[in-house]
């Protein structure tokens, strides 16, 4: 299937600084990119929906503000945790769609806020 | 918006035995709906997939049935070997949307 690539696959930060993940999808190109959240034993929660090229629409209840989205490029999408609060660490996992539809995942990035 | 129940939240099997999983869904327009595998610390990976105009997949171990008049679909593992030990998600989507629906997830232990 298609690789997707997360990085980093960890990180543990102090509370009020900032974090960047970067998703790519290292053998096509993606137009649109997928950020979900998942706590210990839960299920994925849509954050939001990352369009190269526009700006990123954001499921109900998930703050523009503190979860920043930028998809400057068909390969690559950011999500940046402003302002990062222990209540932020989670698993957040990226996802690229291929031409037939399928959704590929990345492997994920567990944030460790302090 | 859709609505997608899996069961069972946890299912242990004896090696060799099969193991079921079921999922409904309430949004009629779905007609896609993925299977993932998702081992511990990583994202999940997709196993298998069926689309609506087809009501029964196979590849090697891993079969899934889509009954769309139910809305209902299942995920079928023969043969489990202890390495098929993960959460498995169910998902469904409107082809063309990409956003999945979840299940809650089914953790699948095969005792050896």
């Known amino acids: 299937g298609a690789v997707v690539s997360q990085h980093p696959s960890w990180v543990i930060c102090k509370s009020g600084t900032s974090v960047k993940i970067e998703c790519r999808s290292l053998?096509?190109?993606?137009?649109?990119m997928f950020w979900y959240r998942q706590f210990p034993k839960q299920s994925l929660m849509l954050m939001a929906t990352s369009n190269e090229g526009s700006k990123a629409t954001y499921e109900q209840g998930v703050e523009k503000d503190k979860f920043l989205i930028n998809h400057a490029s068909l390969t690559l999408s950011t999500l940046t945790v402003t302002s990062a609060h222990p209540e932020d660490s989670s698993f957040y996992i990226c996802s690229a769609t291929v031409a037939t539809g399928e959704l590929f995942f990345g492997e994920g990035s567990r944030l460790t806020v302090l | 918006g859709e609505n997608v129940e899996q069961h069972p939240s946890t299912l242990s099997v004896q090696e060799g035995d099969s193991a079921v999983i079921k999922c409904t869904y309430s949004d009629s327009a779905s007609n896609y709906f993925p299977w993932y595998k998702q081992e511990l610390g990583k994202g999940p990976q997709l196993i298998i997939d069926?689309?609506?105009?087809?009501g029964e997949k196979k590849d090697q171990r891993i079969a899934v049935t889509l009954n769309k008049t139910a809305k209902h679909f299942s995920l079928h593992i023969t043969e489990t070997q202890p390495e098929d030990s993960a959460v498995y998600f169910c998902?469904?989507?409107?082809?063309?949307?990409?956003?999945?629906?979840f299940g809650a997830g089914t953790t699948v232990t095969v005792r050896a």
């Open positions: 998902a469904a989507s409107i082809r063309g949307d990409y956003k999945l629906s």
């Open positions: 069926i689309r609506s105009n087809v």
């Open positions: 053998d096509f190109q993606a137009t649109t």
